[in-house]
Structures are given as C-alpha cells and as structure tokens.
Nanobody, 125 residues
C-alpha cells in the first residue's frame, strides 16, 4: 500500500491547480490533504470520508478547494481554485482509519496512519 501525491507546480495568484494522490489499497480509508508552509508546522487542509459522502475543510480553504476521490481508480484529488500566495506549501496526502463518527472529521496528523511524499505548490503574487 502506498500514497503518491503529484500535480504541484508554480501558478499565479488567482489561478488553479489540481493535485492528485495515487492511493492504492486505501479505498476504505478516510483520506486527507495537509500542507506545510515554509517555517510553519504542517496543517490540515481537507478530508473526505471513505465513501466520499462527506467532506470537511479548513476555514482558510473553504469555498476555494474541493477534495474528491475515485475509489475505482484509487485516486484522491484536491482541486485548488482562487489560489493565494499564502497557499504556497508542500502538500501531502494521507490515509487514516478513524472510521465514521457522526459530525466528526479527522483533522489531526495522528489520526492518519499513512503519508505520501509531498508535492510543492508555489503561488506567485
């Protein structure tokens, strides 16, 4: 089982990027995206239930980013629109087996068991 994130790059402010995460063997896992900006700790970005029925976002990206998954293709995506310079970071996909808890979403690093390597996103002003 492994995770591999890709799709990062350099984009101007206001632009869009779509990150992908190849997630073989994780169709029953909760999937999340985190990011680490230069000089900062890694932070939660978005998460999606294993069934793709529900999603949850950090306030800083709500309304601009969309997480989705295709379990048949073993893929998880993060569509990022209206990008800002403060979105510049290394983005990581992660998988966790917290399981379904009504009205609760995994937003903490320790709630994820598997991590992929990061992909760099740079947003220029």
């Amino acid at each position: 089982v492994q995770l591999q994130a890709f799709g990062g790059g350099l984009v101007q402010a206001g632009g869009s990027l779509r990150l992908s995460c190849a997630a073989s063997g994780f169709s029953s896992y909760e999937m999340g995206w985190f990011r680490r900006a230069p000089g900062k700790e890694r932070e939660f970005v978005a998460t999606i239930r294993w069934s793709a029925s529900e999603t949850y976002y950090a306030d800083s990206v709500k309304g601009r980013f969309t997480i989705s998954r295709d379990n048949a293709k073993n893929m998880v995506y993060l569509q990022m629109n209206s990008l800002k310079p403060e979105d510049t970071a290394v983005y990581y996909c992660a998988a966790g087996r917290l399981g379904y808890i009504a009205n609760y979403f995994a937003t903490r690093e320790y709630e994820y068991d598997h991590w992929g390597q990061g992909t760099q996103v740079t947003v220029s002003s």
